[in-house]
């Protein structure tokens, strides 16, 4: 595995990010992998970590009693697995699972928000990060409820 400082400059999701602010994340980064069909997180579970996707892919489900998980969104190379760690109550809100082998890069984020209290730019950093990835989840979510529930009855 890689130097985590080096992965995280050439993370996609930190492209042109301060390289200060690459030394602070580094300081809460560690390498890390799941086989395939693996749980990288479970709903409900305390959100202490994300994941920067180096290789692989996660299928990102909610548990439905009874049936097949419901696939939310495929998250790829180069993307975010993990927003909830950004707000209260921080437990995961869905299943994040392995679909193939994959690398990662965890930010432990008691680590990352102890820090980002006392930088506020890092803070803002992260923010501006986080805010159209949540806007992208909900869409994704949108348009998957559009899918399963807006079909019109034949």
Do not use: N
């Amino acid at each position: 595995m890689s130097d985590p400082k080096i992965a995280l400059a050439g993370h996609r999701f930190f492209s042109g990010i301060d390289p200060a602010i690459v030394e602070t994340l580094a300081e809460c980064a560690r390498e890390v992998s799941f086989a395939a069909g693996e749980y990288l997180v479970r709903e409900g579970e305390p959100a202490d970590r994300f994941f920067l996707l180096e290789y692989g892919t996660v299928a990102l489900e909610l548990h439905r009693p009874g049936r097949d998980p419901l696939v939310l969104e495929t998250i790829h190379e180069g993307e975010v697995v993990g927003t909830s760690w950004v707000v209260p109550p921080y437990r995961w809100s869905a299943d994040a699972r392995a679909l193939d082998l994959v690398r990662a890069i965890a930010i432990d984020v008691r680590c990352l928000r102890g820090k980002s209290d006392s930088d506020p730019k890092l803070g803002y950093e992260l923010l501006k990060r986080f805010l159209p990835l949540f806007v992208q989840r909900l869409e994704a979510v949108r348009l998957q409820l559009l899918d399963v529930y807006g079909k019109s009855p034949d």
